[in-house]
């Protein structure tokens, strides 16, 4: 099927990525700008092991489609971490243990830095309705809450003392295995 | 990994020019709101259409004003509005058990209203269908649910937001060929889980419209669901009255999840109005209720269960908008 250029804005990169009208998000995130990070798991819209945020909404990336995602701000797994040190949410998710397997993890965080962005100080019930579309097959999902509690007291700590850790490096392409959807990262130049 | 079908995609930027495309397209497509139903529908091979019009790139349909909600609002849009929900207060707790705080973020209004009709013979994968045999509502001559039946499907209506829009009296709005129309959400449904309601194919969805004096009912839904973080309903009962005391002035009833659209009880709740909101009056209703339906085995749980349970869910709103304390 034909293919299309679809222009895609991620973790403040901007790729040019082939994709057919009926490939996802997920997809064109995977295979075409070899960004791994974010899993496919259901595929089915139960499990959030592909969220990723659009325009800072954490959203389903395998039920939406890429040419939907056109001209939107992305923000996968691999745009949180600082070049030496990791995002407060993944330093805390990797600490109280919330991570074992980690295949889900990255959804887990992706979710829990929308939250933290809306609500700095969320109760234990608030991060539960959260993460509520977020499955983990092995935490038993107390220690993801206890992440999710130390991510946010280091974030207010951070915002009142230090410079607070932002996102926003653009990951590097990886290496591009070929699936069917191919993209490449423009120039600097081009990145917005 | 569940891979989507091959279809064109059309991003419409108007009403007009979406209605213009469905016509192009010759009932040979679908709509598509979030996505967070049909996509399913289609990874899953289900009456796949080679043409899918996006509505998403459609401002008019993304307009909330003062009791009129937009096909396009998403779910957590009208989460979000604190106005909307001090109006009509059931909302907050249908939306916040309505699916998953992830699908709430692109699921839309439109898309909830007319999501498609579930069964555990249909939503399954093709390579589980073929096996199985396939069913009247794709690709099979009969229903596998309902033996024997050639002419109706029983699939489950499972959407959450419909029955409670109908309880505070909304009209709906749709944009087709012919131009606009207005109906009561109530007389939208059609009984069969294969055409489910009036809509023409090539309609839009514009928006919901609740009326003035919705604002002044007092309104319960309760879902019973098997799983408590997301979950499609098993049965659920909406209900609005307006009180004088404990005097019923209005009534109306909605049994949901339990027939392939949700029941609108208009009969039933008509026989209570004059009557005092006491345990008496509500046991009566709620054994009315449970008698009324007929569910079949589309979904997870037995429908002789499901049936018993509209009566304690119906009971259960009942008490709510009585201001019992207990109600869950
Ligand atoms: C894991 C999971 C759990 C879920 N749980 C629930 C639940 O608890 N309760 C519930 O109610 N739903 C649930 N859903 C179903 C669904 O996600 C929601 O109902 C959602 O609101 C659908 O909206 P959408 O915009 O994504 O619909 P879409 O998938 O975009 O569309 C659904 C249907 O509506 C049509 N359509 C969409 N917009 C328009 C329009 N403006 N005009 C005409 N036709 C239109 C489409 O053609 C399609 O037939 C669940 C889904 C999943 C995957
Ligand atoms: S109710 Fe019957 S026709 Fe409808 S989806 Fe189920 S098996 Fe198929
Ligand atoms: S992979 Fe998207 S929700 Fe499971
Ligand atoms: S850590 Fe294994 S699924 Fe969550």
Partial sequence: ?192 | MMILPEFELLRPRSVPEAVAAARAARGRFDFLGGGTDLLCNYKWGINVQPTVISLRHIAELRARTNGSVGGGVTLAELEGDEDFLQDFPAFRRTLARLASPLIRQTGTLAGNVLVDTRCIWLNQTQFARAALGHCLKADGPECRVVKGSTDRCYANYSGDLAPVFMVYGATVRLAGPQGERVLPLSAFFALDGIRRNVKAKDEILVSLDLPADARTLRASYQKFRVREAWDFPELAVAAAARLDGDRIEELHLVANAVASIPLWMEDLARGYVGRTLDDATIDAIANDMTRAVSPVRATLLPPSYRKQMVGVMTARALREIRGDATAA
């Fill in chain 1, 1 to 192: 099927m034909k293919r299309t250029l679809v222009t895609l804005h991620v973790n403040g990169a901007t790729w040019e990525v082939a994709v057919r009208p009926h490939d996802t998000l997920a997809l064109a995130l995977r295979d075409g700008c070899g960004l791994t990070g974010t899993k496919i798991g259901c595929d089915m819209g139960t499990c959030g092991c592909c969220t990723v945020l659009v325009d800072g909404r954490p959203v389903l990336s395998c039920l939406t489609l890429a040419l939907e995602a056109e001209g939107a701000r992305i923000e996968t797994i691999e745009g949180l971490a600082g070049a030496e040190r990791l995002h407060p949410v993944q330093r805390a998710f990797a600490e109280c243990g919330g991570s074992q397997c980690g295949y889900c993890t990255p959804g887990f965080v992706m979710t829990s830095v929308a939250l933290l962005r809306d609500n700095a100080a969320p109760s234990r019930e608030e991060i539960k309705a959260a993460i509520a579309g977020n499955l983990c097959r092995c935490t038993g999902y107390a220690k993801i809450v206890d992440a999710v509690e130390h991510a946010a007291a280091d974030l207010r700590a951070a915002s009142t003392g230090a410079t607070p850790p932002t996102g926003g490096r653009g990951d590097s392409g990886g290496d591009q295995d070929d699936a069917g959807i191919h993209g490449r990262r423009q120039p600097a130049a081009a990145r917005r």
